[in-house]
């Protein structure tokens, strides 16, 4: 599946969406590995399988297979984290923040890829798992490794779109399944 595939699956309220996701080869201001690294890692973040696999056929098409694997490296520990952190945050002041969180996280250390990359795609999980304090961390992380505010923004924006087809998706899947009212 593709990205194209996607959009031709979307119902017909979602016109926005499926112009949003017909953009996105045209994201300003990113590199292949950023913008798709970013788009496969907000899918995954998702869960959605239909959003997954386009993005998934998508990023093959512009990642090496190595990159791809960091890629889901980084959804799978962001996700952990952003449990994590969601919660020290949430919490509010309290003893947890200054806590050992014992988590292993050593993909964040060495990615195996360029670390701009990977905080950028760390930026896109953590919009979408809704962890303010990541997405504080990670933000300054990237701007001190010389992102503009522009591609913090446009990785964003691809994650935004991702979570956009997620639900889309899933609210059609979810209403194909209903019993018909005849």
Known sequence: MSIENLRAAL?????DLRLNLGSLAATPG???????????ASALATREPGVIRAA?????????????????????????????YRFV?????????QMPARLRMNLLASPGVDKLDFELWSIAVSAVNGCGMCL???DASVLKLGASREMVQNVVRVAAIMASAAVACAGRDALAALPSAA
């Open 11 to 15: 119902p017909g309220h979602a016109k």
């Open 30 to 40: 990113l590199t292949p590995a950023q913008l798709w690294g970013a788009a496969y």
């Open 56 to 84: 998934a056929g998508e990023a093959a098409l512009h990642l090496d297979r190595p990159t791809l694997d960091a890629v889901e490296g980084c959804a799978m520990v962001l996700s952990m984290n952003n449990v994590y």
């Open 89 to 97: 945050h949430l919490v509010g002041p309290s003893d947890y923040g």
């Open 136 to 138: 504080a961390a990670h």
